[in-house]
């Protein structure tokens, strides 16, 4: 019997079986649903680090001189202890790098914190607080809808003017214009000058809850020690400029901190790369134990078609009997009870396959993840789905190939 | 008899479809040894229609299920439509009883799930015959047997009669040396069972050689020769007028 007539007859038998035959592949339906769904998020959050997440975050074609990494992975105590132990990055730090930088590059002074802003009784706590250089929204790429920027010369003198997030200014104005409206930002009053288009979220998280003001105005005693930057953000044209730029600044900062050939730096210069980096290593563990849930369903989803397989043959052993008197050699069983086999668990994989590409949709479309099918996952699942079937029933099948015909055709 | 003495070493007569010499099949049961058939020679000719007879114990099962090559010897020889087949392998056993042999069942022995005309099928499936000419051959076969009509009926859907006709086209689907039936009348009705003595009457007729296992003396009356079995030894050998 040729194997595509095995297979059409496995597919009639699934047909008149379809309840008990989707119950004997539900492992391997979840198996393969997980594998198709799990892969399409670690996909989907790859593209989405890469394409908005990184940018978000550092900027595009920026990185930041800070005292220690900000984004980390895998931190130990003790590294820990010898970071904090470093200098921080002062103002006259970042005058030094904005003198001593001949690349073109735009900078910004950047420290924040969370606090607490009111406005007229309206309380707004766990707000970012950010004390920035006037070019902070050309380098973050924030436009403002309303009103302003604060402009070089008011964030060299530390006027307490603000722009706000837009859930922000939603939240303590409710639809009514700030601009030119007195906040309290940590008890301290600023004028409100602007407020930045809508970020959304990323992650759950809303983009939308910061204030800016310039660094050098009373913000920055909210959110640091006198003197004292969280970060200097770089931004170049290019990649290669910003590269340039980087060496430049580890120079001048080597030099500032008296480090010798021997040394290693004493601070940190962090580009996008680190958020990429930071979560490859997150993307890495989804590799490690991915694998290991979708082999246990298949495993488990194996054994269980192995036992629909073998109740199968005990239950037509008369068939069995009868294809034998017939004339069925050995071969020809035990490939009808393989294919069988196969196209149980095929249809399992197919339909955890569908499933999973489903659920990767409702993924990206419902909830903060995103999720991107990956097609050589697909193929990986089509191809589990045979190979647990050949493994799986094997023994069913050479159980069945190898019944006495007499005895086969005497059983009820 | 008239047919001449055989001996280990010969080979039969053109003419002769089934050889047996000195057949014997024992069965250990535990620590005992049945005998189940003692040395059975035997000769049948192209186109008899021969039933065997004999009493549960005799030996007729076993008799059956080696010539039906389901079960081989444990010793003796069988030679079937010229080639010994006594001492082949499963493999070469499933292929001639695709060629040489058509079953019926007592019980029929169809399977459910598919249709007549499938059912009839199956034997070219085994045989490697593509789709479009099984299919022709086994529409044929249902005609043969009166069921042109009932092709895409389920066994469940047939009467008994009917489902034993389909279970004769499958038998005799792959034009088989022998006609192989085992109580063939034993699941139905005195006139159903009639009609199908008629049926087998009229492929004896046609040519084809019938060998019938039954303990009905009415059934057995049908064929033209009449072999008994007793003890796993031939006690009887009668020609008796069809």
Known sequence: MPFYEAISLALQTIRAQKLKSFFSVIGVFIGVTFLIAAVSIVNGMNRYMTDKFAATIVGVNTFQLRQRPNINFNMTDSIWRSWRRRPRITFADADAVSRGVTVPVTLSWYSEDQGTVEYNGKIARGINLEGTSADYFDIKNLNITEGRPFSPQEAKAGIPVAVLGWELADKLFIGNDPIGKTIKIQGLPYTVIGVVEKQGTMLGMSLDKFVVAPATSPIQRDVNPPHVVDALMIQANTIPEMNAAMDQVEGIMRSRHHLRPTQDDNFALETSAAVLDWWSGISRLMFYFGPGIVMISLVVGGIVIMNIMLMAVAERTREIGVRKSLGAKRKDIMRQFLAEAITLSTVGAALGIATGIILSIVIQAFTPLAAQVAPWSVGVGVLLGSVVGVVFGTLPASRASRLDPIAALRQE | ?242
């Open chain 2, 1 to 242: 008899m008239t047919h001449q003495e055989f001996v280990t070493g010969d080979t039969p007569l053109p003419d002769i479809v089934i050889l047996t010499h000195k057949l014997a099949r024992e069965y250990i049961m535990g620590t005992e040894t049945v005998r189940a058939l003692r040395g059975v020679s035997l000769q049948i000719r192209r186109n008899e229609y021969v039933a065997v007879m004999g009493p549960s114990g005799s030996g007729k099962s076993t008799f059956m299920n080696l010539i039906g090559c389901l079960d081989t010897p444990s010793a003796g020889e069988y030679w079937l439509n010229g080639q010994k087949v006594s001492d082949l392998g499963d493999d070469d056993l499933a292929r001639i009883r695709n060629k040489e042999i058509g079953f019926v069942f007592q019980t029929f022995n169809l399977l459910p799930r598919a249709d007549a005309l499938h059912n009839v099928e199956l034997p070219l499936v085994y045989a490697g015959m593509r789709a479009a000419e099984r299919r022709k051959k086994a529409s044929d076969a249902l005609a043969r047997v009166g069921l042109a009509d009932r092709m895409h009926h389920r066994p469940n859907e047939l009467s008994g009669g009917q489902r034993q006709r389909v279970a004769i086209a499958r038998a005799l689907v792959n034009s088989p040396s022998i006609l192989l039936a085992d109580e063939p009348t034993g699941n139905l009705d005195s006139a159903t069972s009639n009609e199908i003595m008629g049926v087998f009457k009229e492929l004896h007729r046609q040519g084809q050689t019938v060998v019938m296992v039954t303990h009905e003396p009415d059934i057995a009356a049908n064929a033209e020769r009449v072999v008994t079995l007793r003890d796993g030894l031939i006690h009887t050998d009668q020609k008796q007028a069809a």
